[in-house]
């Protein structure tokens, strides 16, 4: 595929790109670079599991490699997030002497995810405060944290924006940066655009189309905009549904990109890109070779996508002798075809007789439960102590109190004498959940 620009192949952020269906296509078009978009090393977002602290060392290693085994004329870069919260976990440093450039996304600055984060936007305790995900003043202060944190100012591509992030108003009447919107972190109640489809993201060609219709006084349809010189955003309110202008949205304008990238120069940074040139106006397609303009559609050949699974393999070996007889893309769900009857067959043999294998598992596990439960009340260290009060004479004395914070002395001398212990229940209930999640043991196994 020649191209007057470089071709770079991205991965993450979305599907596709690595599937087994898809990755020679890519090898075969000579792409000039690899870029990677993980986000977020270590992050500890609602709603996924935390990510490991080690992931943005382990991410910078990974990095090196990559290095290495591309040639020298191919490009690596990443993405990076524009807020600190998230930037922290990559060392940044180390990862500039091995990538030719970052992709800094100094856009979604604010979103729907504010919600309920205090520390999200100054001034604003709840965190669902209107502000725009594209603010210069908080751009300019995440370039200047970038630059602080040892990347060279040449090797950062500065991130502007085609779409906007939309809220709820909690109030029509208040628009400004102290005003609040509503929903949850993870649920929007904005409009969703017709293409997007989805509350809270919004692309610039579906803003400029509600703003024309609006303007031609399309029933239900209603629309103010403004530039805010303040955050160097356009702001507008809308609506569609006939209930007046019900959501707010920070984006930037065609002229707004334009005096950013103009800003971004200034300050001799390697560059400028933009997520993404698809949001930003409607492409009815290339023209007819015979100069009509019907989207020209017609004379686009695509690949045949179907998947007919009436001859694929049945086995394995027939799959790996045939498998130039499969469309591409239906290559791993012939293999998964073939996989998932091999495991309805094993798991069909293995239950014949999964009683009696069970019954020798359940032996085994409680053949260990006498050690665990020792452990888990070792005098001075076991972990359900503090479920327990205990009761003790020595030859030193006797006293009485929680088993975790009391315990009976050594009596000095070569013979320090019998200590005897008596146990009582103060927590049942957390005894038993404590010896579940510590030591794997049922209370019903527990005589």
């Known amino acids: 595929m020649d191209a007057p620009f470089k071709k770079i192949l991205s991965f993450g952020g979305w599907a596709e790109s690595t599937d087994a269906a898809t990755f020679e296509r890519y090898r075969d078009v000579s792409f000039d670079g690899v870029d ?18 080690t992931d943005g060392l382990y991410y910078h290693r990974f990095l090196t490699v990559l290095r290495n085994l591309l040639p020298s004329s191919k490009s690596p870069s990443i993405a990076l997030p524009g807020s600190f919260w998230y930037l922290k976990q990559f060392p940044v440093e180390d990862m500039a002497k091995v990538l030719d450039y970052f992709i800094f996304m100094t ?9 309920g984060n205090k520390f999200a936007s100054p001034s604003c305790e709840t965190g669902n405060c209107l502000r725009s995900h594209v603010n210069r003043t908080e751009t300019r202060n995440s370039l200047s ?12 591509i500065v991130g502007i924006a085609s779409y906007g992030r939309s809220f709820r108003m909690a109030d029509k009447s208040c628009t400004g940066p ?67 202008m019900t959501d707010w949205v920070a984006y930037m ?54 998947c007919d699974s009436k001859n694929w393999p049945s086995t394995l070996e027939k799959l790996a002798n045939n498998v130039d007889s499969i469309n591409a893309n239906c290559r791993s769900l012939a293999l998964m075809n073939i996989l998932i009857k091999d495991l309805i067959v094993a798991v069909e043999e293995v239950s014949k007789n999964f009683n009696d294998a069970f019954g020798w598992y ?39 109190g929680r088993c975790d914070e009391t315990w009976p002395p050594v009596a000095p001398g070569p013979s320090p004498g019998p200590r005897v212990v008596w146990y009582t229940m103060r927590d049942e209930k957390g005894f038993y959940a404590a010896l579940l999640t510590e030591a794997g043991i049922e209370k019903d196994w527990v005589e």
């Not at 856009?107 to 919600?115: A, K, R, S, T, V």
């Open 178 to 244: 102290h005003c609040l919107f509503t929903g949850s972190f993870s649920v929007s109640e904005a409009e969703p655009g017709r293409c997007t489809d989805t509350g809270s993201y919004i692309s610039n060609a579906e803003l400029d189309e509600i703003w024309d219709m609006a303007g031609e006084g399309v029933e239900e349809l209603s629309a103010k905009r403004w530039h805010d010189t303040k955050t160097h955003s356009d702001i507008m309110t809308y609506g569609t549904k006939g209930n007046g």
């Open 107 to 115: 856009y979604d600055l604010h979103g729907q995810w504010n919600h």
């Open 362 to 400: 359940a032996d085994r596990v409680k053949d260990f439960i006498d050690d665990r439960i020792e452990e888990f009340l070792a005098p001075g260290r076991g972990k359900g102590l503090k479920y327990m009060d205990c009761e003790w004479k020595s030859r030193k004395g006797s006293d009485k």
């Open 36 to 53: 990677i978009d993980w986000e977020y090393p270590g992050a500890t977002d609602q709603g996924i599991p935390a990510g490991d602290r």
């Open 145 to 156: 944290m970038i630059t602080k944190s040892g990347v060279p100012a040449g090797k950062v």
């Open 253 to 306: 304008s065609d002229k707004t990109k334009e005096e950013r990238i103009a800003w971004v120069k200034t300050l001799n940074f390697g560059g400028t890109t933009d997520w993404a040139i698809d949001l930003a106006g409607y492409f009815e397609g290339p023209s007819k070779k015979d100069g009509t303009s019907n989207g020209g559609w017609s004379d686009f050949k695509a690949d045949d996508l179907t």
